[in-house]
């Protein structure tokens, strides 16, 4: 099959033995061509996983970790070919990500996110408000994670209206103007979810949201800390302004194609394009359904560079394939945190800080 | 100048220069005095005694090694300092210690030889350390300098701990005659890039790293429990400082033939992974993103010098290398270079200037003195037995410690 009709699929409607086909056979594609064209995959193929020439199971991918986008350059196009590179914030101070994607790549990574969301938001532009601050968009030279999920979602909406102004205010005036404007109409939001909850829940104002769809994304860390967890998070939302469909999504700039949206189990689902592997950390054996271990993310998508199969540092456990009670297809998850970073220390570190 | 924590003899904040060794300008303490003797084995009665600090083994080390039998055992080896005719030996001075923060008992070593020679100490303890076994180490000895019996010794410790603050370092460096700097090569550096009097004596411990050699003959001679205690020795040389104590090898020389070669690296990657599974307490989730990161950028910055990879688990890597290349230093918590050794010759074009330790199993005396020979003007400053890499001795990276911080006076 090609890729083109593979877009054309149902979302979520390709159940396991017909997605692992497809899939098995995309990935031999991307396996061999990126053992082509990317030294360092080649290298970690060779070294790590017995030189694969091809794969009969998913699970035989190799994969690389997440960290190696920060650390290295990979890509398996020529230099002139680079149409755009995504950097991902990271946490601060750390070295962020850099994926190389040319013009092919940039548009799949559009249109893979377009089958994805409007499968859940439906087809039509919905009036859209943003909530965070135009500012996060200055600079367009390099796109924070924040700025690109923003860029990313917007094309999904019209009329945007971003909520907080420059210095992180709300923009009340704004908003009523925004409201007036759009009475009882279906509603797009997007926002990271800590600056929803900071920034929407959180503050002095109430309006009517009861036909509106809020998609965020961004982890639940900040809110952890506030013990605000998934089902606090809905439910606050549905009493406060009658909001019912809100829909939690995890992607990752390193990965095109694995856009991961909340199902009615209220769990991360796979969307056609991509699967999930739970590993456990004592030896990367795949864990069975229900035990926790390092997610290895796995996409059919990524050509321009090698992140068809990254591990992540994300702790996670899979619930369930095929089964959602939503009639969702595919493997669904739990992110449960992030592998702490290694305490380490050697004889050197008296004044490192 | 700002202010800093001084943790013994009293706990309190106050200013650098109020600190107890400045209190006080009289040196009662000769070189190897017998109030010091005694009051270092108080200390160890003190710590072997103690409901909590009996249970860390590396504090327990540290107590045995304080005893007296010990300490007179380490004076006689040094008799020298004090029975020679054409010298007199005397305290060096002020010594300001500064402590590396991941091996959480070397201070007490650093500060007992420099009390031995009858010096008052400074030591600079990381604010990192938090560790509460090592505060409650604090608290003893400040109970101990607090007592009559030993109230002299308030003068001569001030432990204190405060910020990366230049003017503090600076200002403690010109109030000393001598500085012990642990902790590699960047405070290393940091500490000689300050200008201070040019006479100050500095004895420096910069990066190190270590190797283990396993003569294969001997070691297929062995019963399983033989082996098993092996494992056991050399889990404790490498994985109690996270594999990223100076002493703790990081690269495995294995010395027979190719067969041999492979038989050990599964059946011993075996034992010493089943021993690391139940004792090491490290987050395994966070060892395996470590170790597999590292492995990738071996991977892919020394393919060449990369042979096989070994890894049925994440508790322990072996990475086979040749010689083609530098290989990269380990990134710790059980990740160690393989190379097979057919020769000892051999071993030599592995060792430069920055190799401390030499840990072996299976090697005679003949073969310990061939190295010994063979790595003049090369590198290790000590070969010992595999499951000793980590013991302390006053003898440390070439210097004889007690010799450094004392001052031979012509008669």
């Known amino acids: 099959m090609e890729i083109a009709e593979y877009f054309d699929i149902e979302q979520y409607s390709l159940k396991k033995e017909d997605k692992q086909m497809y899939m098995i056979e995309f990935l031999n594609h991307l396996h061999k061509h990126h053992l082509m064209n990317s030294e360092e995959y080649r290298k970690v193929s060779q070294k790590i996983f017995n030189n694969i020439a091809e794969i009969k199971n998913i699970a035989d991918l190799p994969f690389l970790p997440i960290n190696a986008f920060k650390n290295f350059t990979l890509k398996s196009i020529p230099e002139e070919a680079v149409y755009k590179i995504i950097t991902s914030s990271g946490t601060t101070g750390s070295t962020p990500s850099r994926i190389f994607l040319d013009t092919e790549m940039a548009q799949m990574q559009t249109k893979a996110l377009s089958k994805i969301v409007t499968h859940v938001i439906g087809k039509e532009r919905l009036p859209m408000i943003i909530v965070d601050s135009q500012s996060v968009l200055k600079d367009r030279s390099t796109f924070s994670a924040r700025g690109a999920g923003i860029l990313g979602l917007s094309i999904f909406g019209k009329n945007h209206f971003y909520l907080l102004d420059k210095d992180f205010n709300v923009d009340f005036e704004g908003l009523n103007e925004f409201i007036a404007k759009n009475n009882g109409k279906k509603i797009l939001i997007f926002g990271f979810t800590f600056m929803v909850w900071q920034y929407l829940y959180l503050q002095n104002f109430n309006i009517d949201l009861s036909q509106s769809i809020l998609i965020h994304s961004g982890g639940w860390k900040k809110l952890q800390d506030i013990a605000v967890d998934n089902t606090i998070f809905k439910n606050s939302l549905q009493k406060k302004f009658g909001l019912s469909k809100v829909y939690n999504f995890y992607g990752m700039a390193e990965q095109v194609g694995s856009v991961f949206i909340e199902n009615s189990e209220g769990c991360l689902h796979c969307p056609n394009y991509s699967d999930i592997i739970i590993r456990n950390p004592k030896d990367f054996s795949v864990c069975k359904q229900g035990e926790e271990g390092l997610i290895q993310v796995i996409s059919i998508l990524p050509k321009s560079y090698p992140g068809h199969s990254i591990l992540t540092e994300d702790i996670g456990i899979c619930l369930g394939e095929d089964n959602a009670q939503n009639g969702w297809k595919g493997k669904y998850f739990k992110i449960l945190g992030r592998a702490k970073k290694a305490e380490i220390r050697g004889c050197s570190d008296t004044f490192n800080k | ?411």
């Open chain 2, 1 to 411: 100048m700002e202010n800093i924590n001084q943790l013994v003899p009293y706990n309190i904040e106050l200013s650098p220069d109020k600190i107890s060794v400045f209190q006080n300008s009289s040196f009662p303490l000769t070189v190897f005095d017998e109030r010091c003797i005694n009051f270092l084995n108080k200390l160890s009665q003190t710590i072997l005694k103690d409901p909590v600090l009996k249970n860390d083994p590396g504090i327990v080390a540290l107590g045995f090694w304080l005893r007296k039998s010990n300490i007179q055992k380490i004076i006689k080896e040094n008799e020298y300092l004090l029975t020679n005719n054409s010298f007199k030996t005397s305290p060096i001075g002020i010594v300001f210690h500064i402590c590396p923060s991941n091996v959480d008992t070397m201070f007490l070593y650093s500060l007992a030889l420099s009390l031995l020679m009858g010096n008052k100490n400074i030591l600079r303890i990381s604010s990192k350390s938090d560790l509460s076994n090592v505060n409650l180490l604090y608290f003893k000895i400040s109970e101990l300098v607090q007592s009559d019996e030993f109230q002299l010794f308030a003068y001569y410790i001030s432990i204190v701990s405060y910020g990366h603050i230049d003017n503090i370092n600076i200002f403690l460096s010109n109030q000393s005659h001598a500085r012990v700097i642990w902790g590699g090569d960047s405070t290393v550096k940091l500490f000689k890039s300050y200008q201070v009097k040019p006479r100050i004596k500095d004895i420096l411990f910069p990066n190190r790293k270590s190797f283990a050699l396993f003569k294969l003959d001997p070691y297929f001679g062995l019963s399983d429990n033989q082996k098993q205690e092996l494992a056991r020795k050399f889990y404790n040389d490498t994985y109690s400082f996270d594999q990223k104590g100076c002493s703790s090898a990081q690269v495995i020389f294995l010395l027979g033939d190719k067969d041999q070669f492979q038989n050990f690296k599964i059946e011993f990657h075996s034992i010493l992974s089943s021993y690391v599974k139940y004792n090491y307490k490290n987050d395994i989730t966070s060892l395996a993103s470590l170790k597999y990161n590292h492995l990738v950028s071996d991977i892919i910055d020394h393919n060449n010098s990369l042979e096989k990879i070994f890894i049925p688990d994440n508790y322990v890597y072996f990475i086979e290398i040749n010689e083609n290349e530098a290989y990269s230093e380990s990134c710790g918590g059980g990740y160690f270079y393989l190379y097979n050794l057919k020769s000892l010759e051999k071993l030599i074009s592995f060792i430069n200037w920055d190799v401390q330790t030499l840990s072996y199993f299976g090697l005679d005396d003949n073969e310990i003195n061939e190295i010994y020979q063979l790595s003049y003007a090369k590198g290790i400053d000590r070969i010992v037995p595999i499951g000793n890499a980590l013991d302390f001795n006053y003898i440390w990276d070439g210097y004889n410690i007690l010799d450094e911080l004392c001052v031979k006076k012509n008669l």
